[in-house]
């Protein structure tokens, strides 16, 4: 049987028919999913509620020429009876960033922090990598707090996701997932000049979304492939489909291969659960262009055939980082009102060993219509990418495309664990990521993009082109396999980011990629926060350097 609900969107409120069966079990799922999660409840306000509290640790933290500019009322409140101002004038005088510091104002509960002085200009000013390293040492699991963040309204965005980070969701530790208790972090944000208004409730509500998508995004990669194989992986596309009030497009299994998406099929034919590819759409009727990201999703990779060692395998749980990040930053964009036509596409697998398994030297058709010799079954992800790509050119007709995977080990060689590494066809929008980096805290940096030096690498004597070769600029020619499959001459923007190093830190996963994209693409939202990070203006550049409207010429806009 079929029941009518309501569900809210970005359009407004609307009626949608689903079988009784599937909403039950995307319902179920969510309830299971929150209780196996961390019991942390993160929160972005304006003001402190509970300052009168006594039993809950409390962090003030800011570069020390910002926390200097405090006036003694901007704290006050937050200290309570516990702190007074000559303490609180004596800690600042024994702060010594290098790069940071730290001075306990009472006992181990309260505590103010100073961030880095300097950056780097590949650096974001917002020193969001020192900002989470404070919070996870001053602010322990088990126990509420509160964090007060100074800062400059344009580090604001960044600060918060980097405050996002350091409370993951995702724990299996015995006795930490009970409901009984769930402790309350709260933060908030003093902005200094040149801009000293507080937050809207509009921003505040920004962040606490943002922050809700970088932790789901988190959760999902730390999730080992026992509870995270490519069928529960359609599971949260599904319900985050719900809560926009979009039903998914999914292609799984032998559907794939009558389709013709030759590279996500090979890749996941011999693992237990069906490789997919999964597609959410927002498509707002006042849309003049169409975006795409695409995200690879491998579940788990052994390396297939040519299976991985023992001390290199442990952690490919990590693999799905990139759609993981697509699937959070489109939930977020589409809550903040994004006004151009969004698909989010998951090529989903896993990189089994079976006796369906791809093998070396077959040959592959892809969907764009290439053959494609294997001679690496552990460069698999630029497989389902290319199917990935091809789909959002060719059947959604988008003008923008951006992939993003964990894609080469090469990469942290490249750009090492913080900065992404950045392949595009257009130099505006190179410069454009990186600025978003920077004003996101998800950092990215170029690397070379030269096809007609390095495409070569890819020659085959079978097949049109052949999928590996690591002896010349490996990070980016794995990069140029899936912008083949679009042509190096194509019309439209394309954007590959490679983020296998910044995925995860430590034992953990970052969220990396949410802010980025977010920030890249504020501009194309209704919110203006993400307009203030945002290194592109709505308008866009004409033929002769003039300006016309977004209706003539979609396809580009004009950078800051």
Not at 255 to 260: A, C, F, S, T, V
Not at 411 to 419: L, M, N, P, S
Request: charged content about 20%; proline content about 5%; aromatic content about 8%.
């Amino acid at each position: 049987p079929e029941v009518q609900f309501v569900c809210f969107s970005s359009q407004g409120f609307f009626h949608r028919i689903l079988t009784k069966k599937w909403l039950v079990e995307i319902r179920g799922y969510q309830e299971c999913v929150r209780g196996n999660m961390a019991a942390v409840d993160l929160s972005f306000c304006q003001g402190d509620d509970d300052s009168v509290r006594t039993d809950r640790t409390v962090l003030i933290v800011g570069k020390l020429s910002h926390l200097n500019s405090l006036a003694w009322s901007d704290v006050r409140d937050t200290l309570q009876t516990l702190v007074d101002k000559e303490t609180w004038k004596t800690a600042l005088k024994s702060l010594k960033p290098n790069p940071t510091d730290k001075c306990p104002l009472w006992l181990n509960l309260v505590t103010v922090a100073a961030l880095p002085s300097k950056v780097s200009r590949h650096n974001t000013p917002s020193s969001a990598h020192a900002l989470t390293q404070l919070i996870q040492t001053c602010i322990p699991g088990k126990r509420d707090g509160h964090i007060l963040v100074v800062c400059e309204k344009t580090s604001v965005f960044a600060s918060a996701c980097a405050i996002a980070r350091a409370f993951p969701l995702f724990s299996r530790i015995s006795g930490h997932n009970s409901l009984d208790k769930v402790y309350r972090v709260t933060a908030e944000f003093v902005c200094v000049e040149p801009n000293k208004e507080p937050l809207s409730t509009a921003t505040l509500m920004c962040l606490n979304r943002v922050a809700e998508s970088i932790r789901l995004t988190a959760r999902i990669v730390d999730s080992p492939c026992s509870e995270m194989d490519t069928e529960q992986f359609l599971k949260e596309v599904r319900a985050v489909g719900l809560e926009l009030g979009i039903t998914p497009i999914i292609f799984k299994g032998e559907e794939l291969r009558k389709r013709g998406f030759g590279g996500i099929y090979a890749v996941g034919s011999a693992a237990a659960s069906p490789p997919a590819l999964a597609v959410l759409s927002h498509t707002p009727p006042s849309a003049t262009q169409t975006i795409a990201w695409v995200g690879k999703g491998i579940v788990y990779d052994t390396g297939g055939l040519m299976i991985k060692g023992k001390t290199v395998m442990p952690g490919m749980k990590r693999d799905c980082a990139g759609a993981a990040a697509v699937l959070g930053a489109f939930s977020a964009a589409v809550r903040q009102g994004f006004k151009e036509n969004l698909h989010a596409i998951f090529c989903l697998a896993e990189n089994s060993v079976g006796p369906k398994a791809t093998r070396p030297d077959d040959i592959l058709r892809l969907y764009s219509g290439k053959t494609v010799e294997v001679r690496n079954t552990d460069a698999e992800g630029r497989l389902l990418l290319a199917d990935g790509v091809v789909y959002a050119s060719r059947d959604l007709k988008a003008d923008i495309i951006l992939d993003m995977a964990t894609l080469t080990g090469a990469q942290g060689i490249a750009t090492g664990k913080y900065h992404a590494g950045l392949l595009t066809n257009r130099e505006e929008w190179e410069r454009a990521c990186m600025a978003a980096g920077r004003s996101s805290g998800d950092l990215i940096q170029p690397l070379v993009f030269s096809p007609e030096l390095h495409f070569s690498e890819f020659s085959s004597a079978m097949a049109d082109m052949k999928n590996f070769d690591r002896s010349n600029a490996p990070c980016s020619c794995g990069g140029l396999f899936v912008g083949a499959q679009l042509g190096f001459d194509w019309s439209g923007v394309w954007i590959h980011v490679d983020m296998a190093f910044p995925a995860y830190s430590g034992e953990r996963a970052t969220g990396y990629g949410v802010a980025l994209l977010l920030a890249l693409f504020g501009q194309a939202t209704d919110d203006a926060l993400l307009q203030l990070v945002s290194p592109l203006r709505p308008e866009i550049d004409g033929p002769s350097g003039g300006s016309q409207s977004p209706r003539s010429n979609p396809k580009r806009r004009k950078l800051i």
